[in-house]
């Protein structure tokens, strides 16, 4: 037969046993021209050997009726097409559970499709990655499908389901049906106070969650914070892993319980992400969990006044933007500000802090004057009546704030491909 199946303990993404392996069959004489390696799961391993003497005369070869070809014959002409079988037999089992239907979006890591359960009739995500030497490689996919399986949390998006391929993995993920933050905030009558900290909230509790797990997101903006459906008590679901990082607890001083320990590490290097939301320990490739902090400040700044923080210009060179970034020069001064109260100015302040030791955490966020008072009744975003400290009136309409976010909003749908 052509086809070897060993059960090895190698882990998940574990090639060694499967060098191992291959290495003693090959030792045994066989002249070998063809061998492909397909991971079933972390235990299983399927081996794929072709031996060239086996079809050494392709054009005889293809004269003998389907039925009359040896095992080897038919492995050595898959072999030469380059079909992957695994992936075209795992395709068709995740078709066999789950009806996929209309695209959903398209990331940089993937495209998600709505499925539905054939059994149950339960509705999913599926994220379907096309695994590559780029953004989606062996090692990204790993710390990506890690993540999802250690995380369950009401305001981070929960993984059901992995089928995996060599070359391609169907994540099952849950079905967040609510569009992005951006998208939620332009369809809303009027943007306030009060709604902008009802969901910093949840934004606060996920990443709170994600860092006392060691996962830090690193690309933390309004597309990837998803909504539910539900109306008025829409429920924010931090989504897309594809670029985080797993820190293993205790190493390097990583504290799982102290978030005010975890802000002295910074053991991280790569600049991953999206450049307007570095912080800037990021810049200088040396940061920990509170880079994310940072990036959710840019979020808040963004939500209040509708333009970001730190965007590019069009004079802007690399130094001149970074350093921008670096030097935590944004404006919290002019018309559009002039509504805000000085208490949500005040946490943006003390987010976008340069020293990440200084910054607050996701925890310390939560205990905010701004947050705590919007405590009772917190998913809700229908208007109540009342002033903040400064007297400011929190359902005040942030109308400058809403405007720019549905131009932005406008600008991102003329850019985003046309279904045919």
């Avoid at 934004?203 to 997101?217: A, C, D, N, T, W």
């Avoid at 892993?241 to 820190?247: D, Q, T």
């Avoid at 700044?301 to 509708?306: F, I, K, Q, T």
């Amino acid at each position: 037969m052509g086809i070897c199946v060993s059960v090895e303990g190698s882990g998940v993404g574990g090639t060694s046993n499967g060098d191992n392996y291959r290495s003693s069959f090959a030792s045994r004489g066989r002249s070998v021209s063809t061998m492909n390696q397909h991971t079933v799961n972390p235990d299983i391993k399927v081996h794929t050997v072709v031996s060239s003497e086996l079809d050494c005369n392709h054009a005889a070869s293809m004269k003998i009726p389907l039925g009359d070809c040896s095992d080897e014959q038919l492995m050595a002409e898959v072999a030469r097409r380059k079909l992957d079988l695994h992936d075209k037999i795992t395709d068709s089992v995740v078709k066999e559970t789950y009806e996929l239907g209309r695209t959903l979006g398209v990331g940089a890591s993937g495209e998600v499709v709505l499925a539905t359960h054939k059994v149950t009739k339960s509705k999913f995500a599926c994220k379907v990655v096309r695994k590559d030497s780029t953004m989606n490689d062996a090692q990204s996919m790993s710390t990506e499908i890690e993540i999802m399986k250690r995380i369950r949390h009401p305001n981070v998006v929960s993984m059901y389901e992995l089928y995996e391929a060599p070359k391609c993995l169907w994540i099952i993920l849950e079905l967040v049906e609510g569009g992005d933050l951006l998208q939620f905030l332009t369809q809303q009558p009027k943007l306030t106070e009060r709604m902008v900290a009802k969901f910093m909230e949840q934004i606060f509790k996920g990443v709170h969650y994600l860092h006392s797990l060691g996962v830090v997101h690193r690309d933390l903006k309004l597309d990837n914070i998803l909504l539910s459906d539900s109306p008025p008590n829409n429920a924010i679901k931090i989504a897309d892993f594809g670029l985080s990082a797993l820190v293993r607890l205790g190493v390097k001083g990583y504290d799982p319980d102290e978030s005010s320990k975890r802000k002295k590490f910074k053991e991280l290097t790569d600049m991953w992400g999206t450049k307007e939301y570095f912080a800037p320990e990021m810049i200088k490739q040396a940061y920990g969990p509170q880079a994310d902090v940072w990036a959710v400040g840019c979020l808040l700044y963004e939500m209040l006044c509708g333009h970001q923080a730190f965007p590019v210009r069009r004079d802007d060179h690399e130094d001149s933007f970074f350093g921008r970034i670096k030097r935590a020069e944004y404006d919290l001064h002019g018309h559009s500000w002039n509504v805000v109260s000085s208490e949500a100015k005040g946490l943006i302040s003390s987010l976008l802090q340069v020293d990440p030791e200084k910054r607050l955490s996701a925890s310390e966020a939560l205990n905010h004057s701004w947050i705590v008072k919007y405590r009772s009744n917190k998913h809700s975003v229908e208007p109540e009546h009342g002033v903040t400290a400064s007297g400011k009136d929190v359902d005040a309409h942030l109308a400058d704030a809403h405007a720019f976010l549905k131009r932005r909003w406008s600008e991102k749908m003329k850019k985003k491909p046309k279904k045919h």
